[in-house]
């Protein structure tokens, strides 16, 4: 963020960004749910540059013991980059940022996530980023709510994420890797499509009020627009299961019973 | 909605809105928020009656009372056992649930790391503990055979209508099959036969909700035996009807082998079904 | 099942009995391979990349590419590392933090496949004798464990190896060139299952959670033997040595076709 631009390099042209997109516009995303075998629910998504799998695990015994919470589930998100997902060639294992964006991400989902139902188990989720092009934590964020769900994990709602920015001045939605660079702000958010509320935010550059006003509405729009997307993901790998027959072939199901008091009680 | 007799259900996603009128009741996998109710899980939206449930696709296995369920021993302690079945959580079992009496320090010649259990399920306390026992007299130390893992979702299907799909895989692969709750399914009987079961569920398991399974299984049976259903069916009918009049005769099936296939959830696990 | 590593008996004793009568769990004869999907030159970021599935098995592997200072015995060889992870999200058994044991041996293994085969023409990256060579760094990063990690991650590297490009003029000392690969060794792993010869070529995860010892071998383009790896507790008799050998090399000799296929290499 801030760096100092290339000669003669405009981020703006003709009402266009560099790479063609509107002010408004996010990059071509594509998720698929259910990729990884050994997983209990995963998703693999190519947002613009990006490409990141994730997978869960869980609920499963928490380990070490220490960690555990004995009224509630932990939700452990771990974020990695690959080595060879960016440019320079990144050292293997954990860095500062990673375990940052490792503790945001975890928060993030923790509120979502009904963690009250299994006691001291924890929820695991792995993100690795394969691919990085800028918006990489708020890429697997939204892969990682649809593998949760894919692992048919009980949440109020699913989480979608996005981040607007400021570039030459104008608010944009969704930073490609130039913009990143040398843009002047740069706003993650992630929301619950269903209740409207921010689960992850932060920020760094320079915002007046009316500016972080236009980039909040801006953002919280996409985000619905994601969720939309996250949803055709697990339609799509669960389609078939949608099919019946209502008939005599029609099985006895076994469910849970909810619990007493289903007043928000689950 | 219904389309030439097929049903097709939706699907719904964690957080989805499902019914804000207010007279639905929340079933399985929902909860209620200022009088609507949404899913908290990715499933298949049902109404029934008065009440709206999401009919999960995916999870893993969670204990409920009753629930008979096929484990492998993962730990010895001096007065207990660790037994993994799926869950979140191992499960542990004390020597007090065991039929033997177990010496103190002595629960690895009883059952050791690496063997599989068929166990109940006795109690799920507020803090999702979970108490099993092997005291049930269906319960014992399973040998020889081979154990499937399938989805817990796809177990009712498995199972049937009145255990009608698991006693015709039976009866047309002559094998000794028991179903955990927890989608372990243990199969018993001669090589060959096996496969065709292990074919025939592992079918079962990826058509689960699609329509007309149950007469694609059939014929994949009745290909393999090379013989139709109805002929084989009436013949165990018979076998069965002899047995029952022999005085001290094999009886067939060891005695609550079809026990486990009750898919209403009933406690009792020797309803005998057919 | 489970996040542990105790097998049941019942498994164990019904992949042995399969064993015994020349069968496997999966209906695969002894020397059959399952499916093996290659796909190369998938990350835009990378100077190399490849991604491989031997049936479930899902490896992707990068090659970057970095201008450093040679080894001080050999100043005029590029240098080449390679390492390997065993993310937890491959496995329910896989942990987070440094790499273990398994992991370790994983990656020199495919080193050693890689460096001791002179698979690499190493003279080729060098810029500056006893100043500026290549590092090339080959990471392999198992994503779904299915069982016979070793096939998988040596012929990701392998893959992405040889349709990496070195990226000489963005770094100002010359022109783009392809990676120098001169050799297309490939790895086969054999695993015994119990008896005497019942031996398994690419073990899925149930007869890899059962079975030992195992024998890894790398055989090249003139079916000879380029490097070996026996892992896991047990004997292996001379004449099981021979037949993972000999199949190995047999099944070898398909996967390099396929690999050229996917990938338009020709070796020189």
């Known amino acids: 963020m801030g760096g100092k631009k290339p000669e003669g390099m405009e981020l703006f042209k003709d009402g266009r960004r560099i790479d063609g997109r509107r002010p408004d516009e996010l990059r071509p995303i594509k998720i698929q749910a259910g990729v990884l075998k050994r997983a209990d629910g995963s998703a693999y998504l190519e947002w613009g540059g990006n490409k990141i799998l994730v997978a869960v695990y869980g609920p499963r015994e928490a380990h070490p013991r220490h ?31 990673s375990q940052e964006i490792s503790k945001i991400l975890s928060e993030a989902l923790a509120h979502v996530v009904l963690t009250q139902l299994y006691p001291r188990t924890a929820i695991d989720v792995f993100i690795e980023v394969i691919e990085a092009e800028a918006g990489t934590r708020c890429a697997g964020l939204t892969a990682a709510s649809v593998a949760l769900a894919d692992a048919g994990i009980p949440m109020k709602g699913l989480v979608s994420s996005v981040a607007a920015g400021k570039i030459d001045g104008k608010v944009v939605l969704d930073l490609s890797r130039e913009e990143d660079n040398f843009g002047e702000t740069d706003l993650p958010i992630a929301i619950v499509p269903k209740t409207n509320e921010f689960v992850l935010m932060q920020m760094d550059g320079h915002l007046t009020d009316a500016e972080f006003d236009e980039a909040l509405t801006m953002a919280s729009d996409a985000a619905h627009t994601i969720y939309g997307i996250q949803k055709r993901a697990l339609v799509d790998r669960y389609e078939r299961a949608a099919e019946t027959q ?17 007043e928000g009680g689950y | 909605m219904t389309h030439r007799g097929q049903q097709v259900r939706e ?13 639905l009741k929340p079933g399985f996998n929902t909860y209620r928020e200022g009088g609507s109710v949404f899913a908290t899980r990715l499933g298949l939206k049902e109404v029934r009656g008065d009440r709206v449930s999401v009919i999960q696709l995916s999870g893993r296995y969670e204990p409920m009372r009753g629930d008979f369920v096929i ?33 103190f320090g002595e629960t690895s010649k009883y059952l050791a790391v690496g063997d599989t259990v068929l166990l109940r399920v006795v109690h799920v306390d507020e803090l999702r503990k979970v108490q099993v026992s092997m005291k049930d007299r269906q319960c014992r130390k399973l040998e020889g055979g081979i154990t499937l893992d399938i989805s817990p979702s796809k177990v009712p299907r498995v199972i049937g209508r009145q255990g009608s799909m698991i006693s015709m895989i039976k009866d047309m692969t002559n094998t000794r099959m028991l179903v955990g709750q927890n989608g372990v399914i243990w199969i018993d009987g001669a090589p060959q036969d096996i496969a065709v079961a292990r074919r025939a569920i592992e079918t079962i398991e990826a058509e689960a909700h699609t329509s007309g399974l149950t007469d694609r299984i059939r014929k994949l049976l009745e290909d393999a035996r090379g013989r139709s259903y109805e002929e084989v069916r009436a013949e165990r009918e018979s076998e069965r009807r002899q047995s029952g009049e022999d005085e001290g005769g094999d009886g067939g099936e060891p005695e609550g082998e079809e026990g486990f296939d009750d898919s209403d959830g009933d406690d009792d696990p020797e309803d005998d079904e057919s | 099942m489970g996040e542990n590593d105790v097998v049941s008996e019942i498994k164990k004793d019904h992949i042995y009995a399969l064993a015994r009568e020349g069968r496997r769990f999966d209906g695969r004869a002894f020397d059959e391979y399952r499916p093996i999907r290659i796909q190369t030159n998938l990350i835009q970021q990378a100077e190399g990349s490849a991604r491989v599935q031997i049936g479930d098995t899902d490896v ?18 590029g240098v080449l590392t390679t390492s390997a992870e065993l993310i937890p999200m491959a496995s329910p058994t896989f942990e987070p933090g440094p790499p273990r044991p398994a992991a370790i041996e994983l990656a020199r293994v495919v080193d050693r496949g890689i460096r001791e085969t002179k698979t690499i023409n190493v003279e080729k990256l060098c810029i500056v004798e006893g100043e500026k060579v290549w590092m090339t760094y080959v990471d392999i990063h198992i994503v779904d464990y299915d069982g016979n990690l070793f096939d998988a991650a040596s012929l990701g590297a392998i893959c992405a190896l040889v349709s990496a490009k070195v990226p000489a003029s963005k770094h100002e000392v010359g022109e783009d060139m392809p990676m120098p690969v001169d050799h297309l060794p490939i790895m086969t792993t054999g695993l015994k299952l119990g008896s005497e010869n019942a031996i398994v070529l690419d073990p899925g995860l149930a007869e890899d959670q059962v079975g030992g010892p195992r024998l890894s071998v790398s055989t090249d383009e003139n079916g000879d033997i380029r490097a070996m790896q026996k892992g896991l507790v047990g004997g292996l008799t001379r004449n099981e040595v021979k037949w993972i050998v000999a199949t190995g090399r047999e099944r070898a000799r398909d996967i390099r076709e396929q690999v050229i296929k996917a990938t338009g290499f020709s070796l020189p």
């Open chain 2, 71 to 103: 484990g492998t021993v993962v730990e010895n302690g001096p007065s207990n056992w660790y037994i993994t079945v799926g869950a979140p959580q191992d499960v542990g079992m004390h020597v007090n649930d065991v039929p033997w009496r177990v010496e």
């Open chain 1, 246 to 262: 209502a008939s005599d072939e029609e099985e006895t199901e076994r469910g849970h019973e909810p619990d007493e008091g289903s």
């Open chain 2, 11 to 23: 699907l719904v996603v964690p957080g989805e809105l499902l019914d804000d009128t207010g007279r």
């Open chain 1, 67 to 97: 960690d555990q919470d004995p009224v509630r589930a932990i939700v452990r998100c771990r974020y990695n980059m690959a080595s060879f997902s960016v440019s320079d060639r990144k050292r293997p294992g954990p860095d500062r940022r």
């Open chain 3, 60 to 77: 992707f592997v990068g090659v970057k590419m970095a201008i450093g200072e040679p080894y001080a015995d050999s100043p005029k060889s």
